[in-house]
């Protein structure tokens, strides 16, 4: 390898090792962006919760109040027609809820100073209005000193007076959970842009790492038609693949494991504005019934429709993530588990994958045929057991309608390899498609069976790692054949 190959493969890795700080670095960015400012908005929220609470608690005082007055007039009513069962106690007992509750609403509305100087006028208007209540009911001609009418109508300036202040407090309702929605609106804006930061970081890793495979596979060729030093030259960049691959490999479980803690953020955050409908439409509600003027239509379907539609949208969006970052993980993990070979019975293997199986497969009624006298090999039990159950759950899964299902499996060896087919009569694969369904996250045909295009990737990849292939033959609604070909005698396995 001459100086300047060197020196541009050096230049190579520290643009690949920058690229990939840079996108860890955003990642990372974007989930202290997110944390933070759910974190503001979550306080504030809190914050305005609590007012709203508080002004709900001073609209109940405000309330007693105007029952207490209402109370007191009963009870002098009933004491000045000698009603049985009401007297001056019970009088007494309404004028001391109804003081208290004044000094309840003085107390809660410190901050209001407009509230504050209505208490005043309400005060001294109550306790003007008790004098004169009680003198009224006194024995002696103190009852005729002042006027009915002239009670009355300080009565009902009392209780007009509780009537205004009552309707601020609405208001001041209606501004603070104005406030509150729009705290909501801002942290689904914020959940936005930092699962669309996410998107754009996780887009960029996948692109740098095939960049960088492509750049890896192409050295590799390089390598071939070199003629001096051949076997050190192989060994000695086989070596620089393994370590890249392995540095992938690790690269891939770090991005696939710091993308879990924002879903897990963003899952439980979710899960707290589903448990905040309720009590919101209950809040809506109430407001319905005793101020339906404050409550229109863009709040209902905001609260009854809107927000948990939102919410649906959200948690099957973070639950297909969790699904694809799993499987990213468990790849990462297949990559780094070591091939133990061992001698197998092929027959036996297969056996046992089909019985895993055995209950789908009754219940569909799909007829599975097992060929006899397989031939043995020696290669990993567990890597060619994840491969047949792929494709034997492939073909149940996606059988032709209206055909009964059958899967044939057979295997022969050939010039010191295995070939390994299974063969259904499902639905069938385009042939422009036959490339497409063994690449990540990809699938082909009609989408109706859950899946993410992740398992005939693995099992291309498992196949590789063992040194063998994977192809199909299909065509539509004709059935699949896939064939497994894999050394007889497993010699080392291939660096992904």
């Not at 899967?407 to 010191?416: D, K, N, P, V």
């Amino acid at each position: 390898m001459s100086a300047q190959q060197e020196f541009l493969e050096r230049q190579a890795e520290r643009r690949f090792a920058r690229t990939v700080l840079m996108l860890i670095t955003l990642g990372f960015a974007a989930v202290m962006f997110a944390g933070l400012t759910a974190a503001a908005i979550m306080v504030r929220g809190e914050e305005q919760a609590g007012r709203i609470d508080h002004t709900y608690l001073v609209e109940r005082e405000v309330a007693g109040i105007r029952l207490a007055l209402e109370q007191m007039r009963s009870a002098r009513r009933g004491f000045i027609l000698a009603l049985p069962g009401v007297g001056e106690a019970s009088y007494s007992s309404a004028a001391a809820r109804l003081l208290h509750g004044i000094d309840e609403v003085a107390r809660l509305t410190l901050d209001n100073p407009v509230q504050q100087a209505n208490v005043a006028r309400l005060s001294a208007m109550a306790r003007t209005l008790d004098g004169l209540f009680r003198a009224s009911m006194s024995p002696s001609r103190a009852r005729a000193a002042v006027s009915e009418r002239e009670r009355q109508q300080l009565a009902a300036k009392v209780e007009a007076l509780a009537m205004r202040m009552l309707a601020g407090e609405r208001r001041l309702l209606s501004e603070r959970n104005s406030a509150r929605i729009a705290s909501v609106r801002t942290f689904y804006i914020v959940l936005a842009f930092t699962a669309l930061l996410l998107l754009l970081v996780g887009l960029g890793s996948i692109w740098v790492i095939r960049r960088y495979t492509s750049a890896l596979l192409a050295s590799r060729m390089a390598l071939q038609s070199l003629n001096q030093n051949l076997e050190g030259a192989v060994a000695e960049r086989t070596t620089d693949l393994q370590r890249a691959n392995e540095e992938i490999q690790r690269f891939a479980y770090i991005v696939s494991h710091d993308l879990r803690s924002p879903l897990v953020n963003v899952m439980g955050f979710t899960a707290e504005l589903d448990a905040a409908i309720a009590p919101l439409d209950a809040m809506v509600a109430r407001v319905e019934e005793h101020a339906p003027e404050l409550v229109d239509d863009t709040v209902r379907i905001a609260v009854r429709e809107e927000l948990p539609e939102a919410i649906d949208f959200i948690r099957s969006s973070t639950h297909k993530m969790d699904r694809l970052i799993n499987a990213i993980l468990r790849l990462s993990r297949q990559g780094r588990r070591t091939i133990t070979p061992e001698r197998l019975d092929l027959g036996q293997l297969t056996a046992g994958v089909v019985d895993t199986l055995r209950h789908r497969i009754d219940e569909l009624g799909v007829a599975v045929s097992i060929a006899p006298d397989m031939p043995a090999i020696v290669t990993d039990r567990l890597a060619v057991e994840q491969i047949l159950s792929n494709l034997v759950e492939n073909a149940v899964k996606y059988l032709k309608p209206g055909r009964p299902g059958t899967i044939a499996i057979s295997a022969e060896a050939r010039q010191g390899r295995v070939l390994i087919d299974v063969a259904d009569n499902g639905r069938g694969i385009a042939p422009r498609d036959h490339e497409r369904v063994f690449d990540l996250f990809r699938r082909s045909g009609a989408q109706d069976q859950p899946g993410e295009g992740i398992g005939l990737a693995h099992v291309r990849a498992l196949a590789y790692r063992l040194g063998g292939t994977i192809s199909v033959r299909s065509d539509l609604d004709e059935g699949a054949t896939f064939t497994l070909n894999l050394p007889a005698m497993f010699a080392g396995e291939n660096p992904l």
